[in-house]
């Protein structure tokens, strides 16, 4: 298509790339001149553990907003109408709501850990942490792939610009803010992408619903999809229509999706880290404002530009539907030039800020789980720090190889994102109950997600050749052969977990998952590495020198407690609201939508985004506006001259909350 220029392309790719990256590098100096923060290994890997629900929640929108947020909800609303934005954004809800529990559960049991896998590795050992690092790994390079094959192949649609090189620049940028400003960096690049995010998709949804001369209301929204219905009847879907929830083929995708994005959040490093680096008290609230915030953004979106698409009667081949091309194309149409700058904008910002979430969560495997597991377990401060940095440069330069890789195989963003599931999701059940279940034993934790794993891959081929008669890209591709590969995935490990289980339970404590140790940053940050306690023992699973240790109080661990069970009671309530409660009768019920239902339908759909918006947008700032004031404060001094007027550390400690404050009645308490 390229409506834009080629220059266009490079320009949004380096221009903005170049902008965040200098934007976030002077973010990173004013904090340390104004906020004395001192880029330590435990600064840079996990902000010090002391964010606040607000950013926290942005940080979890913007990471788990990839492009197959953008495009495949938009395609999905394409192919089984008003259905489709729904299955799309319950079937990756849930996940976040539901990790909330692992989230709190983390903070319980290994306050100190910088990953999960130090987590499996301190209570099963180097096999099993092996097993789990090869599937964690696995995970990252399978949602790094699908961010930059939807990125490159948008980018290249619109502009024309060379796909290879759009592979390779993308993650220019976010590799040089990641270096300089570690997970403060992505904190705050995501709360900005996802401002614009959210800007983009409320300017496009009253382009759609109240301004534009193709459709310009909910009413003729409704006229032209039923009559576009009638003239491209959809597959299983009753009456053929596009507004109707009864959808066969919607319905067998939300099921492949919900089990496929099961192991993208609960093995993907990413959003342990964000719990890690969430203050205790804001580590439930972040994940459930941000899940229901997220949503949101799939359900909008899609109902807006999905079904555009369909309702102008847009002639879209089923090659570039699977690309997620859907979404340029409708806002071309509605727009122009304006609509296709607009969708590179929105894509692009998805892109890196959740590439930018990967970086620094596999950055911290190489360098938590490889390099001071296997290669140097004493490395201070420092060298982790040095560690951390190079493997952010080799895993960005690793990305751009891989999607070039994959586009000349033919891989596209919608076979890779049905895939995903069969291919990791047989970790998720035993790495969950490694925090959830102190029975499992070491056996379990091993064997059931590689016999899943095994299993999974025959269903889905044996499947695909039992129903077409033959295995090839397309045949595989198929909703049907995707589905029980999936399901078999996520649930075969079951069985053989239990039955393990009960052959010889395990008693386990948790007690060495709390004597993980921090890094000694003490030559890093002239011995003061934060508010924690340096008489701690050091960890048992490894012979590092003294380092610092958090340790619960007796407080914290009741209000940890509370949390956990108000996580469990409220994400397994909004997990069944949102996925059976909601949409399962409406399937059942074979409704086809009124004009007076569809217009209230897209009528929630931007009123729940507006709510969105206020939850990680205006309520980070609100929440930070102590900092704020204080940053104002010391930089207008510091123009003045005034030097001595600059906030203090005092002064700073009482805006920022401590992770953990213990004396030693305290921790003998703990303990």
């Known amino acids: ?40 290994s435990e600064m840079y890997m996990t902000s010090n553990r002391t964010v606040k629900t ?22 999905v609303a394409y192919k089984y109408g008003v259905s489709g934005p729904i299955w799309y954004a319950s079937g990756a809800t849930v996940q976040v709501l539901l990790f909330s529990v692992l989230a709190i559960e983390m903070k319980r049991k290994a306050p100190n850990a910088h990953t999960f896998l130090e987590i499996v590795n301190a209570r099963y050992g180097r096999t099993a942490h092996i097993v789990y690092l090869i599937f964690s790994l696995f995970t990252n390079i399978i949602v790094t792939a699908m961010l ?79 009559e576009s219905s009638s003239k491209t009847p959809i597959s299983d879907n009753v009456q053929g229509s596009l507004i109707t929830f009864s959808s066969l083929q919607g319905l067998m995708f939300g099921i492949i999706n919900i089990v496929g994005n099961f192991g993208t959040v609960f093995l993907d490093n990413c959003y342990y880290q964000r719990a890690i680096a969430a203050h205790p008290h804001y580590a439930v609230k972040s994940y459930l404002v941000g899940g229901l915030s997220w949503y949101a953004i799939p359900f909008c979106l ?13 002639d879209i081949s089923p090659v570039a539907v699977s690309q997620g091309l859907v979404l340029p194309d409708a806002a071309v149409a509605l727009l122009g030039q304006a609509g296709a700058f607009a969708s590179l904008v929105l894509v692009f910002m998805a892109v ?63 076979y890779l994102y049905t895939l995903m599931g069969v291919l990791i999701s047989s970790a998720v059940v035993p790495l969950t109950l490694t925090l959830l279940w102190s029975k499992q034993n070491k056996m379990a934790a091993i064997v059931s997600p590689i016999a899943g794993f095994v299993l999974a891959v025959i269903t889905w081929l044996t499947t695909t050749y039992g129903l077409y008669g033959e295995i090839t890209v397309d045949s595989t591709s198929q909703n049907l052969p995707m589905m029980a590969g999936n399901l078999v995935a996520l649930l075969s490990p079951v069985p053989f977990t239990l039955v393990l289980t009960y052959i010889k339970p395990d008693n386990y404590t948790f007690d060495s998952t709390r004597e993980i140790t921090l890094v000694n940053d003490a030559e890093t940050s002239g011995g003061a590495v934060g508010h924690v306690d340096d008489s701690a023992s050091s960890s048992a699973a490894s012979n590092e020198k003294a380092a610092p240790a958090i340790v619960n109080t007796p407080e914290e661990i009741e ?38 239902f569809f217009t209230g339908w897209v009528t929630v759909g931007i009123i729940w ?60 308490l703990a303990n």
């Open 352 to 414: 890196t800020s959740a590439s930018s979430a990967e970086l620094i969560a596999v950055s911290s495997i190489f360098t938590y789980d490889i390099y001071r597991t296997y290669i140097n377990p004493n490395a201070d401060g420092k060298k982790v720090i040095r560690f951390s940095h190079a493997a952010v440069l080799i895993f960005g330069v690793l990305m751009g190889v891989l999607a070039t890789l994959l586009n000349q195989t033919g891989i596209n963003l919608g």
């Open 1 to 40: 298509m390229a409506i834009l220029s080629e220059g266009v392309g490079y320009g949004v790719v380096l221009g903005f790339g170049a902008l965040f990256a200098v934007c976030m590098t002077l973010v990173t100096w004013a904090l340390k001149r104004y906020l004395h923060e001192v880029q330590t």
């Open 302 to 314: 899609a109902t807006t530009m999905g079904l555009a698409a369909r309702a102008l009667q847009l």
């Open 148 to 226: 930059l094959l939807g990125g490159s192949a948008v980018i290249t649609y619109i502009t024309g610009m060379n796909v290879i090189a759009a592979c390779f620049l993308i993650p220019l940028g976010v590799m040089v803010y990641t270096l300089f400003g570690g997970i403060k960096a992505t904190f705050l690049t995501d709360y900005a992408h996802t401002a614009v995010l959210f800007i983009i998709i409320i300017s496009f949804y009253f382009t759609v619903y109240s301004t534009s001369p193709l459709i310009g209301s909910p009413s003729k929204m409704y006229d032209l999809l039923v």
């Open 609 to 668: 985004t507006f709510f969105s918006t206020c939850a990680v947008v205006i309520y980070p700032a609100y929440e930070a506006r102590g900092a704020l004031k204080l940053m104002c404060k010391a930089i207008w001094a510091d123009i003045r001259g005034k030097r001595h007027e600059m906030v203090s550390e005092a002064q700073l400690h009482e805006a920022t909350p401590a992770p953990y404050v213990a004396d030693e009645k305290d921790k003998a």
């Open 54 to 75: 607000g950013l926290v929640a942005s940080a979890v929108v913007s990471s788990w907003t990839w492009a197959a947020t953008l495009l495949t909800s938009t395609e």
């Open 559 to 596: 209000f940890m407690h509370k949390s956990a069970r108000f996580a469990k009671i409220c994400s397994v309530i909004l997990a069944v609201c949102l996925f059976l409660a909601w949409p399962l009768p409406l399937f059942f019920s074979r409704y086809v939508f009124s004009k007076p």
